[in-house]
């Protein structure tokens, strides 16, 4: 019975935290417009993603543009969106995994043997795609406390957390709980 509801836990954590990574991938608030010091232009907020820049104007109006070429991106920008796609592909193979090894576990008459293979797989593969949310969340987070702090970034350049990083620190740790969870 307390494998059944650890499983079960595992799938919950690992389904969100499949969800929050795709969220995270497709929001644009990855870095927002910060408002310090002498910088008085309040009524626009920018936000920064992984696949656009937006403008929102008094919360009223927004416009977003997405990113013209993909050669013109910085190269740590182009890394993060191809680690952000993998990890969007692997928790989906993963969530899939766990899936199969809940429902095989219910059925399987063979013993252990066959429960574990698919249990241990969904476990390592959960534990991969939580390391591979954290790496561009977290670069990400770093750099703009950097600059953040940084007296030579210019005022109206510097950047606050956005919401995509909460929600990938969030994701992130589901996904590894779950994989904990499983192996």
């Known amino acids: 019975m307390a494998c059944c509801v650890l499983q079960i836990t595992g799938l919950i954590f690992g389904g969100v935290g499949m969800v929050g990574t795709l969220a995270a991938t497709a929001m644009p608030q990855w870095r927002v417009s910060a408002y310090v010091e002498g910088n008085i232009v309040v009524f626009e907020t920018i936000w920064e993603g ?4 937006c403008i929102s ?6 416009q977003c543009k997405l990113y013209d070429s993909v050669l013109a991106l910085p190269p740590p920008l182009e890394a993060f969106r ?8 692997l928790s989906i193979i993963s969530f899939l995994m766990a899936i199969a090894g809940v429902q095989y576990s219910q059925r399987s008459k063979e013993g252990p043997q066959a429960l574990s293979t698919f249990i241990l ?5 959960f534990l991969l795609t939580g390391t591979l949310v954290l790496i561009p969340v977290s670069w990400t987070g770093a750099g703009i406390v950097r600059d953040f702090y940084d007296p030579q970034v210019p005022v109206p350049l510097k950047r606050e ?12 740790a589901l996904l ?3 994989g904990a969870i499983y192996c």
């Open 82 to 89: 191809a680690l952000m796609c993998l990890a969007v592909g």
């Open 176 to 178: 590894l709980a779950a």
């Open 121 to 125: 797989a969904a476990g390592v593969a």
């Open 50 to 53: 992984l696949w656009m820049d």
């Open 57 to 62: 104007q008094l919360g009223i109006r927004l």
């Open 161 to 172: 957390l956005g919401a995509a990083l909460f929600v990938g620190w969030g994701s992130s």
